[in-house]
């Protein structure tokens, strides 16, 4: 998708709401386009109060302004970021078949890094040292054999799975809670720009400009755990954000591979707890090749 193109600005201001995904998708089910329904609604404001509710309505009303068409179009150039929608082509398969996919996907980088063997990988933002350096040598290995590793851009054992792919030669793709011209965490601008630069692939559902809130980011986990064929939990506490992707994997039919880390370290307490529910148990990348047909 071409960013200088009108019709993604349209596409932006649809998302910009940040309305659930189900509510999108009915709105492009029954208009052509997002610009028809701009237009529609621009003649009468009661149009798609059907559809999408009141409080997202005002959202959309109060940036459908000129300036508003004039920043995202500035934005999109600036930082070249393109859109799939979810009927297109080149909309992966995997992910439309989730519940409640993404309606819109804007993208950086390069969109071939989803043809491949994915498998995502996640764990604690406050990660230990033991559990970023077993998540990046994992990484690498996995990437060595050709295997695109998916995670979401976070500190801990996102950054070390991002860099421990680009080490292995293969593409890394971080799903983010933010719009693509926005950096979350701060620090990881440099990482951003190291995997646009290896050809990895940045993916969000949200338009640019998007700040970080809090209850992005378990949405955004479904996207990781969509792309992917299978997941890796490498370091996570009972309650925590990772514990979210591995319950939005398991409800895709997706295996779930388990690091064991320190039985006593609380830092794996989540991992523990799902080796005793069933995850699979693995110490390193062969066993996970192994398991999905990859050796």
């Not at 600005?9 to 659930?20: E, G, Q, T």
């Not at 009468?44 to 920043?71: K, M, T, Y």
């Not at 998007?210 to 939990?233: D, E, K, M």
């Amino acid at each position: 998708m071409n960013p200088d193109g009108e019709e993604i600005l349209y596409d932006a201001w649809l998302s910009s709401a940040c309305m659930p995904a189900s509510m999108i998708r009915k709105v492009y089910d029954r208009y052509e386009s997002a610009e028809c329904f701009y237009k529609s609604h621009q003649r009468n404001h009661a149009e798609g109060s059907d559809l999408i509710s009141p409080r997202f309505l005002r959202l959309l009303e109060q940036n459908g302004s000129e300036a508003f068409f004039s920043q995202m179009q500035f934005k999109l150039r600036k930082h070249r970021i393109g859109l799939i929608r979810f009927h297109d082509s080149l909309y992966p398969e995997e992910l439309a078949e989730i519940e409640d996919p993404p309606a819109l996907l804007f993208y950086q980088g390069d969109m071939t890094c989803l043809r491949g063997k994915r498998i995502a990988m996640v764990g604690s933002r406050a990660a230990s040292y033991a559990g970023r350096q077993a998540t990046e040598k994992l990484a690498e290995e996995l990437s060595r054999q050709g295997v695109t590793l998916i995670s979401g851009l976070a500190s801990g054992i996102d950054t070390a799975a991002h860099r421990g792919c680009m080490k292995g030669g293969s593409p890394t793709i971080a799903v983010t809670g933010t719009g693509l011209d926005l950096v979350y965490p701060a620090e990881n601008q440099r990482l951003r720009d190291d995997i646009l630069n290896a050809d990895g692939l940045l993916l969000s559902e949200y338009p640019p400009g998007t700040r970080p809130l809090g209850w992005h980011f378990p949405i955004r986990n479904r996207i990781i755990a969509g792309l992917s064929f299978a997941l890796v939990l490498m370091e996570a506490r009972i309650r925590s954000g990772s514990m979210t992707s591995v319950q939005h994997a398991l409800n895709q039919g997706k295996d779930v591979f388990v690091y064991p880390g320190n039985p006593s370290s609380d830092y794996f307490e989540g991992n523990h707890q799902l080796l005793r529910e069933g995850g699979i148990y693995f110490t390193r990348a062969e066993d996970i090749l192994n398991d999905l047909g990859w050796l």
